[in-house]
């Protein structure tokens, strides 16, 4: 029960620690690295609050070392399904009259931990399990899930205080409901903070979930558990479950109760959930909410007045941190020929400084892509480029499994704007380049609006403003996050809401108020002080 209007803590970014040598954060987390290189960690599944394990164990290894055993976790079946439906439905009653402050509180509490505590631990779990350097686990791990949770939190209590007016002798009010039944939580591997802030957004604002992450990502899966449980959360509210997708989907797609899907992922999985969902309409006791962020074929627009040494920096970080598995990454690049020359060198010269190897050894700016199968997907886009009409392999393009599934950053320049790598995403270190004459600016912008069906992220770099609000103007539903002179990836929550359209997905924009609108089924109540007790108007006294 609440007894008053409350002000949340102002959110602020969390700071992004440096690691660097001698810091208190590289020592921290090269401890934990150590700690979790030196046992086999165990990974139930959680339903209902409880450790729950199979006679069927998959293993976790690192992928850029995956000879080294991790731990294991265990892989349900259909029946864990349902248990876990049946927990978050037995948990929704309880957790939705919860005062919402009192729900807010176990996520700022977790934002703590993560912030104090398990920093460490949530990074060391990504590095390892995912094959993210420090930065890049920090950036995800640490710091954008703290800013998810805390930035949710804000959020949700602006939503609240969104009430409206009311007329004398009447006081109308909105309750913000959770939806009625469960959310199916469904998170890929790239982002430890995509696979906790997907279930928790929607936790916060009432819900219950059965939430299923990416086999790839369970050792920090485990982690986000652990903090949610020491923070308070009560048993059902998330329920964790490693079921293949096919049998948790045919289960969770044809339950009454289901409420909604809370997606990241790829473009055909979501297009077959979404007919999925379509197809069973009838079975459902409301209309499902589908939130989904999906696939991206991310540009860059290079105009000549832009400046060569941003460029070269912009299309190497963005194409190449996190070995471009991103949904964000760099993919295809529009470069004039005016500075072609000059950007092929610094291309040349800056990626044949970057070094390739395991997390642990601090000076890899590039690690191994997630498994075997991301591996042989790559490796054969990049092999077929190589003996392709009208493609040069201007850097990289080299791929070695023996140890790690390591693919270089590879950089390809193709005569046909069309060519497959400027169009399919790759999920991977592969930027694809298109080298046009000046001349043809307009046309090049018209080619990277109709290219791709994606509309996720796009740049442009150029220095002249009349250039900048030209393209601005006519790629505005092209990407649903732009960006004018800076790489098309690293978008901060409470700063660049995520998400794009087409088929990239519903444009829910995670971290912001537009996300957790999608988690609540409003109720207005109206209450009359004084009622009429007569059926007569003043326009039916006499003439």
């Not at 009311?166 to 959310?183: A, C, D, H, Q």
Request: include cysteine; glycine fraction near 8%.
């Amino acid at each position: 029960m609440s007894f008053g209007n409350f002000t949340i803590p102002a959110p602020v970014n969390e700071p992004v620690k440096g690691y660097a040598p001698g810091s208190p954060e590289k020592a921290a987390v090269k401890e934990a690295l150590a700690a979790y290189r030196s046992v086999e960690t165990d990974v139930p599944m959680i339903i209902n609050g409880q450790a729950v394990r199979t006679n069927h164990k998959l293993r976790i290894s690192p992928p850029h070392d995956h000879k080294h055993t991790l731990g294991y976790f265990y892989e349900g079946n259909g029946d864990h399904v349902n248990q876990a439906i049946s927990a978050a439905l037995s948990a929704k009653a309880e957790w939705a009259s919860l005062s919402w402050e009192n729900r807010a509180s176990i996520f700022l509490k977790a934002a703590d931990l993560i912030a104090g505590p398990y920093r460490a631990r949530i990074n060391a779990a990504t590095m390892l399990g995912q094959s993210k350097n420090a930065y890049q686990a920090e950036i995800d791990a640490a710091c954008e899930l703290i800013d998810f949770l805390r930035f949710n939190v804000h959020y949700a209590d602006e939503i609240y205080r969104q009430q409206p007016n009311s007329s004398p002798g009447i006081w109308n009010r909105l309750e913000y409901r959770p939806l009625e039944g469960f959310v199916f939580a469904l998170t890929p591997f790239n982002f430890t903070a995509i696979a906790g802030n997907l279930p928790a957004s929607a936790a916060l604002m009432g819900n219950t979930i059965v939430w299923k992450p990416a086999y790839t990502q369970a050792l920090s899966a485990k982690v986000i558990m652990d903090v949610f449980n020491e923070a308070g959360l009560p048993d059902g509210v998330i329920n964790l479950i490693f079921v293949d997708g096919p049998v948790a989907g045919d289960i969770i797609f044809n339950h009454r109760d289901f409420a909604g899907i809370h997606f990241t992922g790829s473009t055909k999985v979501f297009q077959t959930i979404w007919a999925t969902i379509g197809a069973n309409i009838h079975k459902y006791r409301s209309y499902p909410r589908i939130v989904g962020e999906t696939g991206g074929k991310d540009f860059v627009v290079v105009h000549e007045s832009a400046h060569v040494d941003e460029v070269v920096t912009g299309l190497v970080r963005g194409a190449f941190e996190y070995q471009g598995q991103k949904c964000s990454a760099a993919s295809r690049a529009y470069i004039p020929t005016t500075l072609w020359p000059a950007v092929e060198e610094g291309l040349k010269a800056t990626l044949s400084k970057v070094k390739m190897g395991g997390v642990e050894d601090f000076t890899n700016f590039v690690n191994a892509v997630i498994d075997k199968r991301s591996f042989e997907k790559i490796s054969e886009y990049i092999e077929t480029a190589k003996t392709a009409a009208g493609v040069t392999v201007v850097a990289g393009g080299i791929c070695d499994d023996t140890i790690g599934y390591f693919v270089e950053p590879t950089v390809l320049r193709v005569n046909d704007p069309t060519y497959r790598t400027m169009c399919e995403e790759i999920f991977g270190p592969v930027l694809s380049v298109y080298v046009y004459e000046p001349e043809q600016f307009d046309a090049i912008l018209d080619l990277v609006d109709s290219t791709s069906p994606y509309a996720l992220t796009g740049s442009i770099f150029s220095k002249d403003r009349t250039v900048v609000e030209h393209v601005t103007n006519r790629l505005r539903e092209s990407a649903g996050n732009f960006y004018i002179n800076d790489k098309p990836t690293g978008a901060v929550v409470g700063q660049q809401p995520f998400g794009g359209a087409r088929a990239s997905g519903t444009n829910d924009k995670a971290g912001s108020a537009l996300n957790l609108y999608r988690w609540v089924s409003a109720r207005t109540i109206k209450e009359t002080y004084v009622s009429p007790r007569s059926i007569d108007y003043p326009f039916m006294q006499g003439k």
